[in-house]
């Protein structure tokens, strides 16, 4: 696949994708060090390694098409369109985040990009996920949601219950798991009878394919071939992506479940890594196009930062606010 | 050159205890680089750095136990100025609650004291004796030691402890605290508006508490007070081995057969109906009772004792004794309630001077008697010497009550259920709330046609109930 | 000159059906769906011929994923659509817990302000006709707990009619807990009745010694109640709270202000109730005006038994509410 896939690859699209894997990674480094600084507090799951899911997935989707999206979800938010600077500024708490500092890292939402969340408990944007389609497709809409979430889920009711409602009644969703082997620290063998998830997916009697999760390339592809079918009325339709996040589960965690060669070993397949290294091998990028993008992206990270810095505290006496329509506290 | 501080990572983190420098002065280092291994609450783990540049001083030596943001290192720039300023600046978190609140310390702070310790060190006591002088407030120094060496033993601070138990005025015996006057959050409220005394009300609330209703008592002294309770009477033992309630059940079974049994053997009685319309009563009543707080509500039933009253009045042989082969007409009227009692049984205590209450008067007693009839609170007189009896059998859905005359008495009134039935009047027909009356009287002291006027008038007096 | 509206007999489930009939015709967005609610007309009948009227695209029968379904409510409701969620008996509700408290009444605030959720979820609710402990819970009073839902609980025909189209029309979450010895109460009910307030309580009974607080279930033998009290001269004022969030504390303090006395009767438990809150408020906001303490006849402390005297025991019946009542009123008995 991936030879003639190269040969068809146009430039401008490779430079696209290896910028937008770019722009999560130094995000989320960024991220990293403010959280260390306190300037950033909460949970913080960082996506670094499985950059090339999101940044494959997202360029397939139509402006209208809806996102459904977990608590490592940064990557997501901002290849959707969400801005760095609102993300950013959501992270530290301020009311200009794209939650107005009230979700924090774990709860990103956009209803401009339909990005409907980063969702903190596993498993529980699935009927969520159903249910925005079915809406969709009760409206005749030709929208596509795109459903992610972790292996984790797997093991939850909701996944089983939200497979089976939308191939029963054919809707237009894609679910998108993104197996990076470890449930927090519990390995995928240590919580699964059957670990092979697009099997279990199967079952449901809608289309399956495991995916290379640490190849951009493999992922639009499959993703695309997914959407198209799904936005025809070719029902739900699921990919299971293999990756693999290089970091801790979330920044307080000191590993204890998995060592360092196994580690090591994923760290040699980095997406960025590896497709960098094709893009050059091909002769679509030359060094200082690669440079330029890394000065873009340090740019924007920067204006995100600053913008987060430059934010201000929601008054507490808005406190109640958005917990009905109105306003009003009940 | 900027420093490398002691990361957080996570909000429940506070220190971190330096393991292992992964690097040494002279060391050039880049951003995400591991430079060092962290002991946290949860384990070691390996921290990184976020700038580039040359380690030139380690400021925390390994085994060091750190706070959070505390400089471990210090890195010179590599020579592209300070764009990794970020680590140095902490930690600036968001403010609990608004920017201004910030709380000062004003002044020098105060050393600490020192204590004075050479008194207690000159004195030799054992562990024992110097706790034991704490606890029975004795000054060491004033204890000489019997021990060796003159050391002071638990039993010579014993010793002055006594001594000073003695001299001492014994401490006055605690007096009991009077106990608080409980009273309604509301009553409590009122009397602070209307300006009362507390102490001069009386509480008749559940557990004496003072309430809303004794306020308004209070505020009216034209209502007399209820006369203190009286004594509970004794009730004569009956020799049995069953347990005292028993015993006294049995008794009153006992006695209420013999007065029965005596009535159908010896009084010829008599029995009249009479349905009466109670509308206008109860309408009246319902009136009435808006205008009234719920301690000094009617219930229908004193207008009926009330009627009964008046009507004995106007026909004076319902009231009275057979005695001694004679009818003896009885001045007063004291109406004798049948009340039924919890555990069975029945007695008829009695209501003096009926006619001359007022519906209030009249419903003070009805509550008080029932009351007392239930907890046994009775006075031997209301026991005896009620002069007619009157039976409201009403809330049990009794629609006619065939009485029993309890001898002597010459009378009984019963009273049946209220209830809403077709009522014909000036050729109309309608539905009306109707009650039905009935007299068992004794023919040796009167007839019916006396029976039948008697009947009339209550129905009549019920008529017009604002006169009652 | 105004014509008295045409009255018609009718029962709390054919209203309810009346209901939901009136806003699928009114409404495109509106759909139905839940376990039997169309082939099999509903558990309790209350959807029965809505399938063969609307169809299976707008009469969902899904299958038994309570969390699925209450989460495909969410969103669908998010991206557009009225959606009437039934959830068999709010035991059944547990199941779809994290959906309903960790979504639907969250994400308006966590998106801060960006997502509404206009759905409404119907459940039945209630002891009564021995089916044990995991058929027979009032837990409405657990879930007014929850900020970001609205907590419905209407106790007549009139309510059961008119609560549906308001709380579809509200722009964020509706629980409506229908009490299901209630589905066979008849009433009468205007021909043309519409939509009732779901902000207020309202007074059933107005009486000036004491104020009975209840809704649901327990709105009936609490009226009965009031009937009985009224034979010993006590008045009692009968509240339907109607919602218990928002709880129209208004309504109740005006009355309670009035009465100075106040007893809450509640089918849920004691313990953390919703009369706990009840109680609560009216210390906080009437205390001066309290003439005895509060009171409340709530459901024993056990999960609901089978046999049907221990049934009747567990819950709130006529006897211990006047009982309460008197006791309140300081009668000795």
Same mark, same amino acid.
Request: glycine residues 10%; negative net charge.
């Given at each position: 696949?991936?030879?003639?896939?190269?040969?068809?690859?146009?430039?401008?699209?490779?430079?696209?994708?290896?910028?937008?894997?770019?722009?999560?990674?130094?995000?989320?480094?960024?991220?990293?060090?403010?959280?260390?600084?306190?300037?950033?507090?909460?949970?913080?799951?960082?996506?670094?390694?499985?950059?090339?899911?999101?940044?494959?997935?997202?360029?397939?989707?139509?402006?209208?098409?809806?996102?459904?999206?977990?608590?490592?979800?940064?990557?997501?938010?901002?290849?959707?369109?969400?801005?760095?600077?609102?993300?950013?500024?959501?992270?530290?708490?301020?009311?200009?985040?794209?939650?107005?500092?009230?979700?924090?890292?774990?709860?990103?939402?956009?209803?401009?990009?339909?990005?409907?969340?980063?969702?903190?408990?596993?498993?529980?944007?699935?009927?969520?996920?159903?249910?925005?389609?079915?809406?969709?497709?009760?409206?005749?809409?030709?929208?596509?949601?795109?459903?992610?979430?972790?292996?984790?889920?797997?093991?939850?009711?909701?996944?089983?219950?939200?497979?089976?409602?939308?191939?029963?009644?054919?809707?237009?969703?894609?679910?998108?798991?993104?197996?990076?082997?470890?449930?927090?620290?519990?390995?995928?063998?240590?919580?699964?009878?059957?670990?092979?998830?697009?099997?279990?997916?199967?079952?449901?009697?809608?289309?399956?394919?495991?995916?290379?999760?640490?190849?951009?390339?493999?992922?639009?592809?499959?993703?695309?071939?997914?959407?198209?079918?799904?936005?025809?009325?070719?029902?739900?339709?699921?990919?299971?992506?293999?990756?693999?996040?290089?970091?801790?589960?979330?920044?307080?965690?000191?590993?204890?479940?998995?060592?360092?060669?196994?580690?090591?070993?994923?760290?040699?397949?980095?997406?960025i890594k590896t497709f960098t290294e094709l893009l050059?091998?091909?002769?679509?990028?030359?060094?200082?196009?690669?440079?330029?993008?890394?000065?873009?992206?340090?740019?924007?990270?920067?204006?995100?930062?600053?913008?987060?810095?430059?934010?201000?505290?929601?008054?507490?006496?808005?406190?109640?606010?958005?917990?009905?329509?109105?306003?009003?506290?009940? | 050159?900027?420093?490398?501080?002691?990361?957080?990572?996570?909000?429940?983190?506070?220190?971190?205890?330096?393991?292992?420098?992964?690097?040494?002065?002279?060391?050039?280092?880049?951003?995400?680089?591991?430079?060092?291994?962290?002991?946290?609450?949860?384990?070691?783990?390996?921290?990184?750095?976020?700038?580039?540049?040359?380690?030139?001083?380690?400021?925390?030596?390994?085994?060091?136990?750190?706070?959070?943001?505390?400089?471990?290192?210090?890195?010179?720039?590599?020579?592209?100025?300070?764009?990794?300023?970020?680590?140095?600046?902490?930690?600036?978190?968001?403010?609990?609650?608004?920017?201004?609140?910030?709380?000062?310390?004003?002044?020098?702070?105060?050393?600490?004291?020192?204590?004075?310790?050479?008194?207690?060190?000159?004195?030799?006591?054992?562990?024992?004796?110097?706790?034991?002088?704490?606890?029975?407030?004795?000054?060491?120094?004033?204890?000489?030691?019997?021990?060796?060496?003159?050391?002071?033993?638990?039993?010579?601070?014993?010793?002055?402890?006594?001594?000073?138990?003695?001299?001492?005025?014994?401490?006055?015996?605690?007096?009991?605290?009077?106990?608080?006057?409980?009273?309604?959050?509301?009553?409590?409220?009122?009397?602070?508006?209307?300006?009362?005394?507390?102490?001069?009300?009386?509480?008749?609330?559940?557990?004496?508490?003072?309430?809303?209703?004794?306020?308004?008592?209070?505020?009216?002294?034209?209502?007399?007070?209820?006369?203190?309770?009286?004594?509970?009477?004794?009730?004569?033992?009956?020799?049995?081995?069953?347990?005292?309630?028993?015993?006294?059940?049995?008794?009153?079974?006992?006695?209420?057969?013999?007065?029965?049994?005596?009535?159908?053997?010896?009084?010829?009685?008599?029995?009249?109906?009479?349905?009466?319309?109670?509308?206008?009563?109860?309408?009246?009543?319902?009136?009435?009772?808006?205008?009234?707080?719920?301690?000094?509500?009617?219930?229908?039933?004193?207008?009926?004792?009330?009627?009964?009253?008046?009507?004995?009045?106007?026909?004076?042989?319902?009231?009275?004794?057979?005695?001694?082969?004679?009818?003896?007409?009885?001045?007063?009227?004291?109406?004798?309630?049948?009340?039924?009692?919890?555990?069975?049984?029945?007695?008829?205590?009695?209501?003096?001077?009926?006619?001359?209450?007022?519906?209030?008067?009249?419903?003070?007693?009805?509550?008080?008697?029932?009351?007392?009839?239930?907890?046994?609170?009775?006075?031997?007189?209301?026991?005896?010497?009620?002069?007619?009896?009157?039976?409201?059998?009403?809330?049990?859905?009794?629609?006619?009550?065939?009485?029993?005359?309890?001898?002597?008495?010459?009378?009984?009134?019963?009273?049946?259920?209220?209830?809403?039935?077709?009522?014909?009047?000036?050729?109309?027909?309608?539905?009306?709330?109707?009650?039905?009356?009935?007299?068992?009287?004794?023919?040796?002291?009167?007839?019916?046609?006396?029976?039948?006027?008697?009947?009339?008038?209550?129905?009549?007096?019920?008529?017009?109930?604002?006169?009652? | 000159?105004?014509?008295?509206?045409?009255?018609?007999?009718?029962?709390?489930?054919?209203?309810?059906?009346?209901?939901?009939?009136?806003?699928?015709?009114?409404?495109?967005?509106?759909?139905?769906?839940?376990?039997?609610?169309?082939?099999?007309?509903?558990?309790?009948?209350?959807?029965?011929?809505?399938?063969?009227?609307?169809?299976?695209?707008?009469?969902?029968?899904?299958?038994?994923?309570?969390?699925?379904?209450?989460?495909?409510?969410?969103?669908?409701?998010?991206?557009?659509?009225?959606?009437?969620?039934?959830?068999?008996?709010?035991?059944?509700?547990?199941?779809?817990?994290?959906?309903?408290?960790?979504? *639907? @009444?969250?994400?308006? &605030?966590?998106?801060? =302000?960006?997502?509404?959720?206009?759905?409404? $979820? %119907?459940?039945? +609710?209630? !002891?009564?006709?021995?089916? *044990? @402990?995991?058929?027979? &819970?009032?837990?409405? =009073?657990?879930?007014?707990?929850?900020?970001? $839902? %609205?907590?419905? +609980?209407? !106790?007549?025909v009139e309510d059961a009619r008119g609560m549906l189209?308001?709380?579809?029309?509200?722009?964020?979450?509706?629980?409506?807990?229908?009490?299901?010895?209630?589905?066979?109460?008849?009433?009468?009910?205007a021909e043309d009745a519409g939509p009732v307030s779901?902000?207020?309580?309202?007074?059933?009974?107005?009486?000036?010694?004491?104020?009975?607080?209840?809704?649901?279930?327990?709105?009936?033998?609490?009226?009965?109640?009031?009937?009985?009290?009224?034979?010993?001269?006590?008045?009692?004022?009968?509240?339907?709270?109607?919602?218990?969030?928002?709880?129209?504390?208004?309504?109740?303090?005006?009355?309670?202000?009035?009465?100075?006395?106040?007893?809450?009767?509640?089918?849920?438990?004691?313990?953390?109730?919703?009369?706990?809150?009840?109680?609560?408020?009216?210390?906080?906001?009437?205390?001066?005006?309290?003439?005895?303490?509060?009171?409340?006849?709530?459901?024993?402390?056990?999960?609901?038994?089978?046999?049907?005297?221990?049934?009747?025991?567990?819950?709130?019946?006529?006897?211990?509410?006047?009982?309460?009542?008197?006791?309140?009123?300081?009668?000795?008995?």
């Open positions: 696949m991936t030879s003639e896939r190269i040969q068809h690859l146009d430039r401008d699209h490779a430079h696209y994708l290896l910028h937008q894997m770019l722009r999560v990674r130094r995000f989320e480094e960024k991220c990293a060090e403010l959280y260390q600084a306190t300037k950033i507090r909460g949970f913080l799951h960082l996506y670094i390694g499985e950059e090339a899911i999101a940044v494959g997935a997202m360029g397939v989707l139509e402006p209208d098409d809806a996102v459904v999206a977990t608590y490592r979800e940064h990557g997501h938010a901002l290849v959707r369109g969400v801005s760095g600077g609102s993300i950013m500024a959501e992270m530290y708490g301020k009311q200009e985040g794209c939650s107005r500092g009230r979700g924090g890292s774990m709860h990103l939402f956009d209803s401009e990009t339909r990005f409907y969340g980063g969702n903190g408990i596993v498993g529980g944007g699935l009927p969520i996920a159903v249910g925005l389609a079915l809406a969709d497709k009760l409206q005749n809409r030709r929208n596509v949601t795109l459903c992610f979430f972790g292996e984790g889920a797997v093991a939850e009711g909701e996944f089983h219950e939200s497979l089976n409602l939308a191939s029963l009644w054919d809707l237009p969703v894609v679910f998108c798991c993104e197996n990076n082997l470890y449930a927090m620290g519990t390995a995928l063998e240590r919580s699964e009878s059957d670990t092979n998830i697009a099997i279990k997916a199967a079952s449901y009697e809608m289309p399956a394919w495991t995916v290379d999760g640490m190849n951009v390339l493999a992922v639009e592809d499959a993703v695309r071939k997914a959407v198209d079918a799904t936005r025809q009325g070719g029902g739900p339709h699921f990919l299971e992506f293999r990756t693999y996040r290089f970091r801790a589960h979330s920044m307080f965690d000191p590993e204890l479940y998995r060592d360092k060669a196994e580690v090591a070993f994923w760290r040699d397949r980095d997406p050059k091998e091909q002769e679509l990028i030359e060094d200082g196009e690669l440079v330029q993008i890394e000065e873009m992206v340090a740019a924007e990270v920067e204006a995100a930062v600053a913008f987060a810095e430059g934010g201000t505290w929601e008054p507490v006496s808005e406190l109640t606010r958005f917990v009905y329509s109105d306003g009003s506290g009940l | 050159m900027n420093d490398f501080v002691m990361p957080s990572l996570g909000a429940d983190m506070d220190d971190g205890r330096l393991l292992e420098w992964y690097v040494k002065p002279g060391d050039a280092v880049k951003r995400g680089d591991i430079v060092a291994l962290v002991d946290t609450d949860k384990a070691a783990i390996e921290i990184e750095i976020f700038e580039d540049g040359v380690v030139s001083e380690l400021l925390v030596p390994e085994g060091e136990k750190v706070p959070v943001g505390t400089p471990l290192a210090r890195i010179g720039g590599s020579g592209e100025g300070a764009a990794g300023g970020m680590a140095a600046t902490l930690p600036e978190t968001p403010p609990a609650v608004a920017p201004e609140t910030v709380i000062e310390t004003v002044g020098k702070p105060v050393p600490p004291e020192v204590p004075v310790t050479q008194a207690v060190s000159s004195v030799h006591a054992t562990p024992a004796a110097r706790r034991h002088a704490q606890e029975r407030g004795v000054e060491l120094s004033d204890v000489s030691g019997t021990g060796r060496h003159g050391t002071v033993t638990k039993a010579d601070v014993e010793a002055v402890a006594k001594e000073l138990e003695a001299t001492l005025p014994a401490e006055p015996e605690p007096q009991p605290k009077p106990s608080r006057k409980r009273i309604s959050p509301l009553a409590r409220r009122l009397v602070k508006e209307l300006g009362l005394d507390l102490a001069t009300i009386e509480g008749t609330g559940p557990g004496g508490t003072v309430t809303k209703a004794d306020l308004e008592r209070a505020a009216v002294p034209a209502v007399p007070k209820p006369e203190p309770k009286p004594a509970a009477t004794r009730v004569e033992p009956v020799k049995a081995e069953s347990s005292p309630r028993e015993q006294k059940q049995a008794a009153m079974r006992r006695a209420i057969g013999a007065a029965m049994a005596k009535s159908k053997r010896e009084i010829p009685h008599y029995y009249l109906s009479n349905r009466i319309d109670v509308s206008r009563s109860l309408s009246w009543l319902e009136e009435e009772n808006l205008e009234r707080p719920i301690t000094n509500r009617l219930v229908p039933a004193v207008l009926l004792l009330k009627a009964t009253a008046l009507a004995i009045r106007e026909v004076p042989e319902m009231n009275g004794f057979w005695l001694d082969g004679g009818f003896k007409p009885s001045e007063d009227i004291h109406l004798g309630m049948g009340i039924s009692l919890r555990g069975g049984g029945l007695i008829a205590p009695a209501i003096h001077n009926a006619d001359q209450k007022d519906l209030d008067e009249l419903m003070a007693d009805l509550r008080d008697l029932v009351k007392r009839s239930r907890s046994g609170g009775l006075k031997s007189s209301e026991m005896t010497d009620a002069t007619v009896t009157v039976t409201n059998m009403g809330d049990l859905g009794v629609d006619l009550v065939y009485g029993v005359i309890y001898p002597p008495q010459v009378a009984l009134i019963g009273f049946g259920k209220i209830t809403d039935q077709p009522w014909v009047e000036n050729g109309m027909i309608g539905a009306r709330p109707i009650l039905t009356v009935t007299l068992a009287a004794d023919h040796r002291a009167s007839d019916g046609h006396r029976g039948g006027i008697f009947l009339t008038t209550i129905a009549k007096v019920l008529q017009d109930p604002e006169a009652l | 000159m105004p014509v008295a509206p045409t009255l018609v007999k009718t029962t709390y489930r054919e209203a309810v059906r009346a209901a939901m009939q009136e806003a699928l015709e009114r409404d495109d967005r509106v759909f139905l769906m839940g376990e039997d609610v169309g082939a099999y007309g509903g558990c309790y009948a209350v959807s029965l011929g809505l399938l063969e009227e609307f169809g299976p695209e707008r009469i969902r029968d899904t299958p038994l994923s309570e969390s699925a379904f209450v989460g495909a409510g969410i969103g669908a409701a998010l991206a557009g659509m009225r959606p009437i969620v039934e959830v068999m008996t709010v035991n059944f509700s547990l199941l779809a817990l994290d959906q309903i408290l960790n979504n *639907a @009444a969250t994400i308006l &605030h966590m998106s801060g =302000g960006q997502f509404n959720v206009p759905l409404v $979820i %119907r459940m039945a +609710t209630g !002891a009564g006709r021995q089916l *044990a @402990a995991q058929h027979s &819970h009032s837990l409405e =009073g657990w879930y007014a707990h929850i900020p970001g $839902i %609205r907590v419905l +609980t209407p !106790a007549t189209w308001p709380a579809l029309m509200d722009p964020d979450p509706v629980l409506i807990f229908e009490n299901a010895l209630l589905y066979n109460l008849e009433g009468e009910i779901i902000d207020q309580a309202i007074v059933r009974h107005s009486g000036t010694d004491i104020t009975l607080i209840t809704y649901g279930g327990s709105l009936g033998k609490t009226l009965q109640a009031a009937k009985e009290l009224q034979r010993d001269g006590i008045g009692a004022e009968v509240i339907d709270l109607r919602t218990l969030r928002p709880l129209d504390m208004g309504t109740v303090l005006a009355s309670v202000r009035k009465t100075n006395r106040a007893l809450i009767v509640d089918e849920g438990w004691r313990s953390g109730g919703i009369s706990a809150e009840i109680t609560t408020r009216l210390v906080e906001e009437a205390f001066y005006d309290l003439d005895a303490p509060v009171a409340r006849v709530c459901s024993e402390e056990v999960p609901i038994p089978y046999a049907k005297h221990m049934e009747e025991a567990a819950i709130p019946q006529v006897p211990k509410i006047v009982a309460a009542a008197r006791e309140v009123m300081g009668f000795d008995e």
